[in-house]
């Protein structure tokens, strides 16, 4: 049987006028620099008043630190809060490395950098709307950036980065919105993630909370590495050595508890990095949130007058099921606090959300001498309601989350002396409605999120003693949200996408000889009906960026 590869380790839119739009900067066809699909922030029609967190700053093993400030006779409240992020790599040879960067030990960013070659540097610019951080960015703090970028006589790129906070004060045009009061960082102590080796270590908030919490909200990173990285891949141990592949099975979920009880579960993105399964699937564009990851925001208001006894510290963990390796986790708590009661209380009413899944794994592998082949599939489901009652300054409060998951990964192998196939074809469909109910009338959210995934793998050895691998990448994030407040309903939507194919040519030592008939599409669209809508689709053949397309109806 082949041996696998050190490659593996490594609509309609709805416009309304709007006093901020998105903007993206156009890119040049016939390039192979770094296609960002994702628009920048969507920023008020004002200067800003900008703060430099670091300029030109080069990285090896160390982080490089700072001093942050807010903006000096520049007072708030803002409108909105950027983080503008600017990272290249000289021309070389350089692995994919993860990125953060931190204030006050909370992150403000978390992805990954693309992977230079010998004749081309990449460089990319991103922003992030970091307004929810209003109250932690009021005042001085130290801060960090860290892109652990090893190099040696074959790794020779270095990464150049800077990065701004960019404050946009509120107007009447421009009001500021209702953001959290305080920001709990979920990470090491004065920031840096967190490794988790399997499903029974956590990461912790251990900590004396607030008298007063009324909505509390826990941001989570669930970045899978090392043998974690190609999670959707593996197989159960038992399988490992027949299937020639990675081990700990096909889920992976993040579990959130409170004060020991079950109180959330955030599903785990399948991000692909620029080195990832084939490198050159992902040049010139990258896969989807690649660079900048989005955090999976856990609803647990419920127990917010729970956590507004100050009497004790309150310890709010997260797991993750499945890992069998190394994930590296981060977040971060977003505390409400009432504005005119000292002392909130309530308690938990319901919750039926019981620990750990369950993994249905249906198993019609069959083996000879000389072949393997049948399928491997995984799924389990994830139904369960959350609610409290929260007595504050305006009354009574009863907030219920309600969670309804799927996990579906089917994957199917044919493995011989000269061929191994893989296909995995995988759905993550979650579905979160949450309640309000008040005596000034009942607000409510439902948020849809589906994380589809297909990966085709087939590899050949070639009469000449070469070998060949195929590999063709279905990539998407769906995220829709239909929320009623005050009587006004809101809509709101993201589909990003990217479908990616390439053949790699390696030597019988299985070195890199070159790729053959790259090709990749990918598509982003918003649409709201607060703002306006956008629309962008991308392609590239051969390395380099072939079209690029905007608009929207």
């Keep these: ?124 610019h991103f922003e992030r709307d970091v307004t929810d951080y209003t109250s932690l960015l009021g005042g001085s703090n130290s801060g960090f950036v860290s892109i652990a970028n090893y190099t040696n006589s074959t790794d020779t790129s270095i990464i150049t980065s800077s990065a701004e906070l960019l404050f946009y004060p509120a107007t009447a045009s421009y009001p500021a919105p209702t953001v959290p009061d305080q920001i709990i960082p979920l990470a090491a102590d004065g920031g840096g993630t967190i490794g988790l080796g399997d ?99 856990v609803d647990i208001s419920p127990f917010a007058g729970q956590l507004s006894d100050a009497t004790k510290a309150h310890r709010i963990s997260l797991s993750v099921f499945g890992a069998n390796s190394y994930f590296s986790v981060a977040g971060a708590l977003k505390l409400y606090l009432d504005p005119a009661r000292a002392q909130v209380t309530g308690s938990v009413t319901q919750n039926t959300l019981k620990g750990y899944p369950t993994a249905d794994i249906k198993n019609s592998i069959t083996s000879s001498s000389t072949l393997v082949h049948g399928r491997l599939d995984t799924s389990t489901h994830r139904d369960f309601t959350i609610s409290g009652n929260i ?50 009338g009942t607000n409510t959210e439902v948020k849809t999120l589906s994380y589809p995934l297909t990966v085709d793998i087939t590899e050949d050895a070639l009469a000449s003693g070469k070998l060949s691998i195929l590999t063709t990448i279905s990539q998407v994030y769906n995220d829709s949200d239909v929320s009623v407040i005050g009587g006004v309903q809101n809509n709101s939507s993201e589909q990003n996408s ?29 649409s709201s009906s607060t703002a306006p809508c956008f629309a962008r689709s991308l392609a590239a053949a051969n390395n380099v960026l072939t079209s690029e397309s905007e608009g929207c109806k």
């Design 391 to 440: 007595v504050g300054s305006t009354g009574p409060v009863q907030y219920t989350v309600n969670q309804v998951g799927s996990f579906a990964n089917d994957q199917g192998f044919y493995i011989s002396d000269t061929i191994y196939k893989q296909f995995i074809k995988q759905k993550t469909d979650t579905t979160i409605s949450t309640t309000v109910a008040a005596s000034a």
């Design 199 to 297: 499903s029974t270590q956590t990461a912790v908030i251990d900590q004396l909370l607030p008298n007063s919490i009324t909505k509390a909200v826990l941001d989570v990173y669930l970045q899978g590495q090392s043998n974690d990285e190609f999670w959707y891949t593996c197989v159960p141990n038992s399988l490992t050595t027949e299937l020639e592949s990675c081990g700990g099975g096909a889920l992976r979920e993040g579990e959130i508890r409170v004060d020991n009880a079950p109180a959330g579960v955030a599903p785990v993105y399948p991000w692909i990095f620029t080195g990832g399964l084939d490198p050159y699937l992902w040049a010139p564009i990258p896969g989807v949130q690649t660079l900048d990851f989005k955090p999976f925001p």
């Design 498 to 526: 990217i479908s990616t194919t390439d053949k790699l040519y390696l030597d019988s030592s299985f070195n890199l000889i070159g790729n053959k008939d790259m090709a990749s599409t990918a598509n982003y669209s918003t």
């Design 1 to 124: 049987m082949l041996y696998r590869t050190a490659l593996m380790v490594s609509a309609a839119y709805v416009c309304l006028a709007s006093p901020s739009a998105f903007a993206a900067p156009r890119f040049t066809l016939g390039s192979g620099n770094e296609a960002v699909i994702e628009p920048l922030v969507a920023h008020p029609a004002e200067t800003p008043c900008a703060v430099k967190l670091y300029h030109g700053a080069k990285f090896g093993a160390n982080n490089v630190y700072f001093l942050y400030n807010p903006p000096a006779n520049c007072p708030g409240p803002y409108a909105t809060i950027v983080l503008s992020v600017d990272i290249s790599l000289n021309a070389g040879i350089q692995y994919d490395r993860t990125g953060t960067i931190w204030v006050g030990g909370v992150p403000l960013w978390f992805g990954t950098t693309a992977e230079p070659n010998p004749k081309l540097g990449p460089s990319w």
